[in-house]
């Protein structure tokens, strides 16, 4: 059975920082890409950026590039999002996926299994 468990959410005032973990476990861990997607209030889940366990491809949404860092350590099974510069409008609940296919992609449609999420609550 896989699982998927974030943390390191919280509150940060505008253009703190805040890094993010993911656990995964289970089965074929090294085959499919990992994803963090987030939800603010009202709005539709949307895509941050993903990684495949090699870390050879990254993809990042626009709005998030040149600020966040997707990384992984493939030794302990967790991916990282670090996220610098933050700015009131990334106040969302962040969720981590792993994906139902090997490649980053940036639908929710390829992802099979989600963490519960954590808050990430930037003040301006």
């Known amino acids: 059975q896989v699982q998927v468990v974030e943390s390191g959410g919280g509150l940060v005032q505008a253009g703190g920082s805040l890094r993010l973990s993911c656990v995964a476990s289970?089965?074929?861990?090294?085959?499919?890409?990992m994803g963090w997607f987030r939800q603010a209030p009202g709005k539709e889940r949307r895509f941050v950026a993903a990684?495949?366990?090699?870390?050879?491809?990254?993809n990042y949404t626009d709005s998030v590039k040149g600020r966040f860092t997707i990384s992984r350590d493939g030794a302990k099974n967790t991916i990282y999002l670090q996220m610098n510069s933050l700015k009131p409008d990334d106040t969302a609940v962040y969720y981590c996926?792993?994906?139902?296919?090997?490649?980053?992609?940036?639908?929710?449609?390829?992802?099979?299994?989600w963490g519960q999420g954590t808050q990430v609550t930037v003040s301006s």
């Open positions: 990684i495949n366990w090699s870390g050879t491809s990254i």
């Open positions: 996926a792993r994906g139902a296919k090997s490649f980053t992609s940036d639908q929710l449609r390829d992802y099979a299994y």
């Open positions: 289970g089965r074929g861990l090294s085959t499919y890409a």
